[in-house]
């Protein structure tokens, strides 16, 4: 079965440090692959989508992720971390059986001073 | 630009009462899902209507009934809730199927006593 992985359950890193969230997936061919956020309390917010091309994706609040056909992965990464991007981030792939999006199990960002 | 709307945000249920959650959204999407969320478990796939008048069952849809209502409109309904369902439910939509990535709505916060 299509499955996507997320390694760390939680990861704390300093304001200003660098940041890269894992992600492995497994599907035959070459994924649709997403990355979202949730902030606490609030809704899933879309930062990123890999569908074909260039393997470097740039998204919205800085972030960017590669996908690594070799590695089967798609990490997600920001050279200079913030407090307010203290929140889960979730990995998604397409290609869901049941016509949904797969996701991971997320990875909680915490943000020391 | 409201995107996807969720109602209520927040519910407290007796075991064995109904409800209906709610979800608009007015991005003229032909696909709209229903997922829920638990600690640790991710998100979950309950119904999906991939188009007006047609629904499907997801991952999980046991206890569940859905409505496509209209093109804008897709409600989740607990006939007789219970415990298992205490979760946060989120609404998404997506312009053309699963591969596009979802607009998510914001939740509803739901518990069964």
């Known amino acids: 079965a299509q499955s996507v992985t997320q390694p760390d359950i939680h990861i704390t890193v300093s304001e200003g440090a660098s940041l890269e969230l894992r992600c492995n997936y497994s599907y035959g061919a070459t994924p649709y692959l997403f990355w979202y956020v949730q902030s606490p309390g609030q809704g899933l917010q879309l930062l990123l989508k890999y569908f074909s091309g260039d393997t470097l994706v740039q998204g919205i609040k800085g972030f960017e992720a590669e996908f690594k056909r070799s590695q089967s992965s798609f990490n997600l990464r920001k050279p200079s971390v913030h407090w307010s991007d203290a929140a889960e981030y979730f990995c998604c792939s397409g290609g869901g059986s049941q016509g949904n999006l797969i996701f991971g199990k997320g990875t909680k960002l915490s943000v020391k001073p | 630009n409201a995107g996807v709307t969720q109602t209520p945000k927040f519910q407290v249920l007796k075991t064995g009462q109904s409800m209906t959650l709610q979800c608009a959204q007015d991005?003229?999407?032909?696909?709209m899902y229903w997922y829920r969320q638990d600690p640790g478990m991710g998100l979950r796939l309950i119904y999906y209507s991939a188009s007006e008048g047609t629904t499907d069952k997801g991952e999980v849809p046991n206890g569940y009934n859905v409505s496509r209502l209209n093109k804008r409109e897709f409600s989740l309904r607990l006939e007789s809730a219970a415990p298992s369902q205490t979760s946060v439910y989120f609404c998404?939509?997506?312009?053309?199927?699963?591969?596009?990535?979802?607009?998510f709505g914001s939740g509803t916060r739901l518990t069964v006593v």
């Open positions: 998404a939509s997506s312009e053309a199927g699963r591969d596009y990535g979802y607009t």
């Open positions: 991005m003229n999407h032909n696909s």
